[in-house]
């Protein structure tokens, strides 16, 4: 089934996933620069135990974005297949509304009700 989306809208979206892309990309990289060219001393161990805290920290929400710029490549790859606003499990359209607040979403706000409720359910 192909996107019932105007071209005009999935350009739309495009913009929109390249731009977060592309600030996701950035905020990596000044993770990274600012922790190879940090070059703390701290002879205090509650300064040096702070200084690693806030790192671990760091590195978890860029491991998060990291899964984030995943899902953003595949929902660009979902516009160029033409399948972007369709719901990966009943085939049916994903609201504009929903796209625009989850861009990246493979899943129409009813099947994603029915998952949660099972993962909600399972998990009890």
């Given at each position: 089934m192909k996107t019932s989306l105007k071209p005009e809208k999935l350009q739309v979206f495009r913009y929109m996933l390249n731009q977060k892309m592309n600030e996701l990309l950035d905020e990596a990289e000044k993770t990274?620069?600012?922790?190879?060219?940090?070059?703390?001393?701290?002879?205090?161990?509650?300064?040096?135990?702070?200084?690693?805290s806030d790192r671990n920290f760091e590195l978890r929400i860029r491991d998060r974005e990291r899964?984030?710029?995943?899902?953003?490549?595949?929902?660009?790859?979902?516009?160029?297949?033409g399948v972007f606003g369709i719901c990966e499990v009943c085939s049916g359209p994903i609201s504009e509304k929903r796209l625009m607040a989850r861009p990246v979403t493979t899943q129409c706000i009813d099947c994603k009700t029915k998952q949660e409720k099972l993962e909600k359910l399972k998990g009890e």
């Open positions: 990274v620069n600012d922790m190879t060219t940090g070059k703390e001393n701290f002879p205090d161990p509650n300064d040096r135990a702070s200084l690693e899964k984030l710029i995943v899902k953003i490549q595949e929902a660009i790859k979902r516009i160029d297949d």
